[in-house]
């Protein structure tokens, strides 16, 4: 790929072997200086894809960086900061910087004052700190959205515009998002320049390596039987997803009764807390990890075996982001997923959109109780799988 010496050697150090297909397919292009548009579901390398080629064209330094990147939360962001520091491990001259808000601000500013090439941040904090004009822009040549769909999806377009106008011209814009919506193509035709477009996703959006199972389960009894699974599959890393806050924070509380490394996260937590617990979660202090799906798509961890779908997601594409926390980088992974007795519809509506059947697991011990013979239509109007087969072909 005609990288450098140096950065062949770091790689070496971080145990990259071969390129995935979208860091052998992005970074030649990314080196000569062109736009991208790459997409590439989550867990396939994309960090180093554009990391790699950024350390490679930095010139020596300015007044202010050379690349911006955006991510959509604080845990994105930390995870590209280690993830560029790892790459530029045998390049004493460069230097990164995470922007994002949860922190004295203070901290931040000494960083950017002492000189900085990469900074990477949230798109508020970004514009923040341009709008206080501690960081200045004058030397920026590599723009980098990373995640781009899911930027969009929780409002920040407006303030990643606000980025792009202010931005000096020309420059490299390479942009990286598991799905082109129209809202991310029509900003990419806005201001990208004649953007060289990678498709390295499949047209499924579910992972193949991962094993997908459904487990019927009364709603009283999902406790246990997230207990039984833990203690029974022994997962290296598994991240447990309900849907909201204090549901989180619960199920956490009454796992460690039984369960050694469990922590909750979601958006209440402090950041310092929120730090604490994915900081032990990458170092594999914390096995269990309970989240919400507003932090539960910033988790960016690659020995991820298990997840488990504690409560059905509300929006049938928050599946398909929950269970791409795991079989990431090849990896082999497990998702489980918990449907109640009136839970059918969902789950098909998951079905439709993966377009793939997902089969029974059945745990002895845990068999669904019918309460009434009036209770709502269930699973088992899709007992077999040529009938559900044959439902999804005709949605």
């Known amino acids: 790929m005609g990288l450098s010496p140096t950065m062949l050697k770091a790689l070496t150090l971080a145990r990259y072997k071969t390129p995935s297909p979208i860091q052998a397919a992005f970074i030649p292009v990314a080196l000569e200086g062109l736009d991208i548009i790459g997409q590439a579901k989550t867990g396939t390398g994309k960090t180093a894809a554009f990391g790699i080629p950024l350390i490679e064209m930095l010139e020596p330094r300015g007044r202010g960086p050379q ?63 341009i709008e206080r004009r501690t960081l200045y822009l004058g030397d920026v040549f590599h723009f ?8 969009l999806d929780i409002g920040f377009r407006p303030d990643i515009e606000r980025v792009f106008r202010k931005l000096p011209t020309p420059h490299q814009t390479l942009l990286l998002s598991a799905t082109i919506s129209p809202e991310v193509r029509k900003l990419a035709q806005r201001y990208m320049h004649k953007p060289v477009e990678q498709n390295l996703s499949r047209d499924e959006p579910s992972v193949e390596s991962i094993q997908q199972y459904y487990i019927s389960v009364n709603h009283d009894r999902k406790m246990e039987l997230l207990s039984h699974l833990l203690k029974r599959d022994k997962p290296r890393q598994c991240i447990v997803f309900t849907r909201t806050k204090r549901g989180a924070d619960r199920l956490a509380e009454r796992l460690r009764r039984t369960i050694h490394g469990v922590a909750a996260i979601h958006g209440d937590l402090a950041q310092s807390a929120r730090d604490r617990v994915m900081s032990g979660f990458r170092t594999g202090a914390v096995q269990v990890l309970v989240a919400t799906d507003v932090v539960g798509r910033g988790i960016d961890v690659d020995d991820i075996s298990h997840v488990v779908n504690y409560d059905i997601p509300d929006d049938p594409e928050n599946y398909v982001h929950r269970i791409g926390r795991t ?15 009136d839970q059918g519809e969902p789950l098909t509506l998951i079905e439709t959109l993966i377009n793939k059947v997902i089969p029974v697991h059945k745990v002895e011990g845990f068999e669904v109780a019918r309460t009434s013979p009036a209770a709502p239509p269930s699973r088992e109007l899709f007992n077999t799988a040529a ?6 072909a005709v949605r």
Request: charged share 25%.
């Open 67 to 129: 690349a911006i990147i955006l991510a959509p939360t604080r845990e994105l962001t930390q995870q590209i900061v280690v993830e560029i520091q790892k790459l530029a491990q045998n390049r004493s001259d460069v230097s990164v910087c995470g922007l994002y808000g949860g922190e004295p601000i203070e901290r931040q500013l000494r960083k950017l004052s002492q000189g900085v090439d990469i900074a990477v941040g949230t798109p508020g904090r970004v514009l923040d700190h």
């Open 144 to 151: 980098v959205l990373d995640e781009a769909d899911r930027m």
């Open 327 to 341: 079989g990431r980088m090849g990896k082999d992974g497990v998702a489980y997923l918990f449907v109640g007795p």
């Open 387 to 392: 009938t559900r087969s044959s439902h999804l």
